[in-house]
Structure formats: structure tokens, C-alpha cells
């Protein structure tokens, strides 16, 4: 029996939901067939009140031994470090977190907030927030860069918002059946399993891009990074190899990728105060190029691409 608990910080629960429509393993499938018992979770957990007190405490008490520990949400510091705008079960979340994270033997962050601090972390962040052990690019973050679990893993990072259900699941799998030294992480603490393609593999625009054919929002046969700032070029993850809901994906509905699994998520641009604005990459010099690609080498190569490749129809 493997013994789970997962908590929630500032977080809108779109990784709860997200969770809970897995499918590759379903959630049932975590406790019937890989024998994770989940001692609570906000959402589908049976106690309340004091008896989530009770349960959390028999775990740090070492009563019922805790082997996985799930956060979800940014670990909200404010105000001023007290962590008081954040309580859960009579404490301030934060301290839940240091808590278990230190008897649990694998801890797991699960969304952008939990591993970056997210939409939750951006300027001004009134209320402190951060990732559990990374804040934006900068590891760190609330336990601090050199914190291990006893399981001897940093903080398994899994990206997204939110992040897709089977990278979930699969990891805690991973966990129960003691595989996890198969398990290989990235420079930012990714599953390298689902982390190391970039979004744009398995993009149907694909030879679009390599021509430079400008696409739009809803508009076939075109490349979406040019004109609507698509940051599947720009972005590790397996949205178009393990697709949502096995069907789909963002690109594919010829939506542009956000870029939601890296760390700078969500790109936004201080000057003009917005991390809602559509970044174009062709009509100005790109701010920023495919990784390996020179500035002024890919500016040329993609006008070159533009003005002799395929044009739109």
C-alpha cells in the first residue's frame, strides 16, 4: 500500500480536475489496481474538519507513513513570510508543506504554480507566492534549491495548466510500483518521459513553420508561431505525443501553445503590464528563436522560407 496526501495551496483546482479525468491510469485505477491509498485530497476526500487535522497529524507523527506528498497551488508566503493569507487546518499552508515534504518519502508538485509559482507569482505578487522548489527559472523556491526527499529526489516537477492527466498518474505509478529509478529528470526537475519533445512535435503545421506560412486563429494550412505567438518551437512537452483526452490538442485545434510547462510561464511583458498580450515573432525581430538558433540566422532563414516557400491560399 502506498500512502498519498495532497494538499493545495493558491491554486484554482484546474490540476484537480485535470486529475481526476485521467484515463492511462484512471484515478479508481490508482487504488484498485496500483494500490495508492489516498489518505486525503480536498476534492474527493471523505474528512473534514477536524479530521483532516487528524489525518495530516498522524502522518507527521509517523502513526501512518506517508510515501507520496502532492501539492497543488503556489506556497503563498505573504504577508510578509507569516504565510496568514493562506490557512488550511488551523496552520498556515506553508507550514503544512515544510512539514510533510520532510517525512514524505517523494514529494510531487503538481501545475505551474506548485512548480514555478505560476499566474499566482507574477509581478507585483502581493501574496509572496512561489513554487515548491522553484520561483520562475530560479531554483529555489519555498524548501529551498538543496532540499531532497527521503526517497533521495529533489521535488518531482509536473508542469502545465493544467497539467495533463496522465503525466499525473503515470509518475505516481512510477512511485507505487518502485520504478522510480528509471525515472530521469531535466535541469528543471520534468519527468524527461514527457518533457523532452517539444510541443511542436506531432503539430499538424509543422511543415508550415519550416516554410514560414503564417497561420491565424481558426485558420487552416498556416504555422500559428508567426502572427499569434505560438510557443510550441519554445516548449518541452508531449501535448501533440500524448494527446488530451486522446483526441486533441492545442495546436491541433489550431489553437496557439501558451508555452504552459516552462518556467516562465506566464510570458508576460513588464512594460506594458500585461501577460495577456499576443506575441508576434515575424514583422519585428523575434525575441525569441528555437533553441540552438541564432537571432540573425533565424530572421534570415525564416524570410528567406516566406518569400520562396508555399504560399497561402
Known amino acids: 500500500m502506498t500512502n498519498l496526501i495532497w494538499l493545495k495551496g493558491g491554486a484554482c483546482s484546474g490540476n484537480t480536475m485535470s486529475f481526476l479525468n485521467a484515463e492511462q ?31 495530516l497529524q498522524e502522518a507527521l507523527d509517523g502513526v501512518v507513513p506517508l510515501h507520496i506528498f502532492v501539492f497543488e497551488g503556489s506556497v ?57 522548489q522553484f520561483s520562475k527559472k530560479e531554483k529555489g523556491g519555498f524548501l529551498g534549491p538543496d532540499f531532497v526527499s527521503k526517497g533521495g529526489f529533489p521535488v518531482i516537477n509536473i508542469p502545465g495548466c493544467p497539467a495533463h492527466p496522465d503525466w499525473m498518474t503515470q509518475i505516481l505509478v512510477a512511485i507505487a510500483s518502485g520504478r522510480m529509478s528509471d525515472v530521469l529528470l531535466d535541469d528543471y526537475q520534468r519527468p524527461k518521459t514527457f518533457f523532452t519533445d ?14 514560414s506560412v503564417a497561420g491565424g486563429f481558426g485558420k487552416q494550412g498556416g504555422c500559428l508561431f508567426y502572427e499569434v505567438g505560438c510557443r510550441g518551437p519554445l516548449t518541452r512537452a508531449s501535448c501533440n505525443r500524448i494527446l488530451w483526452n486522446r483526441h486533441s490538442s492545442k495546436t491541433r485545434a489550431n489553437h496557439p501553445c ?7 510561464f506566464p510570458h508576460h511583458d513588464l512594460k506594458k503590464g500585461s501577460i495577456f498580450k499576443t506575441m508576434k515573432y515575424l514583422g519585428q525581430f523575434p525575441k525569441e528563436t528555437p533553441p540552438g538558433e541564432s537571432k540573425l540566422l533565424y530572421y534570415f532563414k525564416s524570410g528567406m522560407h516566406r518569400a520562396l516557400g508555399p504560399k497561402e491560399e
Not at 501558451?258 to 516562465?264: F, Y
Open 25 to 55: 491510469p484512471s484515478v479508481i485505477e490508482l487504488v484498485t489496481d496500483f494500490g495508492i491509498r489516498i489518505l486525503y485530497h480536498p476534492s474527493i476526500g471523505l474528512e473534514i474538519g477536524e479530521q483532516v487535522k487528524e489525518v
Open 76 to 132: 503563498i508566503q505573504g504577508s510578509d513570510g507569516s504565510g496568514n493569507m493562506n490557512y488550511f487546518a488551523g496552520r498556515p499552508t506553508k507550514d503544512w508543506v515544510y512539514d510533510l515534504s520532510r517525512i514524505a518519502d517523494y514529494v510531487v508538485a503538481i501545475g505551474d504554480c506548485a512548480t514555478w509559482g505560476g499566474i499566482m507569482a507574477v509581478p507585483p505578487n502581493p501574496t509572496e507566492s512561489t513554487g515548491v
Open 198 to 211: 517539444f510541443v511542436q512535435t506531432g503539430c499538424p503545421n509543422v511543415n508550415a513553420f519550416q516554410h
Open 258 to 264: 501558451l508555452g504552459c510547462t516552462e518556467p516562465g
